[in-house]
Nanobody, 124 residues
Framework: HVQLVESGGGSVQTGGSLRLSCSVS????????MAWLRQYPGKHREVILS???????SYADSVKGRFTISKDNANDTRYLQMNDLRPEDTAMYYC???????????????????WSQGTQVTVS
């Protein structure tokens, strides 16, 4: 039974930083494609970045240069470091996992099988 538990999030001023964590259990995280997605009210979830089994990362243009994803295989955890936050980054954020690295470049939310509970990020 795969579980993703997300922590972090909260409120921050424009230009500030936050770090989200995603802890994985029930599966070897190093063998998964992991991604972070966000969802605006009334909109579909969109993939904003991913990291595959080999550690290769992909980023949406909206977060490139500001957000980074990193991994800690020893603790089965992935991190999303968000810098230079803007009001338009205000959304619910989710981490998600897929069993194949090819999903890491497709950037389709429907490819991801396992999801965290989500956390709200508010930038004002």
């Amino acid at each position: 039974h795969v579980q993703l538990v997300e922590s972090g999030g909260g409120s921050v001023q424009t230009g500030g930083s936050l770090r989200l964590s995603c802890s994985v259990s029930g599966y070897t995280v190093s063998s998964l494609c992991m991604a972070w997605l966000r969802q605006y009210p009334g909109k579909h979830r969109e993939v904003i970045l991913s990291i595959d089994k080999a550690g290769r990362t992909s980023y949406a243009d909206s977060v490139k240069g500001r957000f980074t994803i990193s991994k800690d295989n020893a603790n089965d955890t992935r991190y999303l470091q968000m810098n230079d936050l803007r009001p338009e980054d205000t959304a619910m954020y989710y981490c998600a996992a897929a069993p194949s690295s090819r999903f890491c470049v497709r950037f389709e939310s429907s490819d991801f099988l396992f999801w965290s509970q989500g956390t709200q990020v508010t930038v004002s």
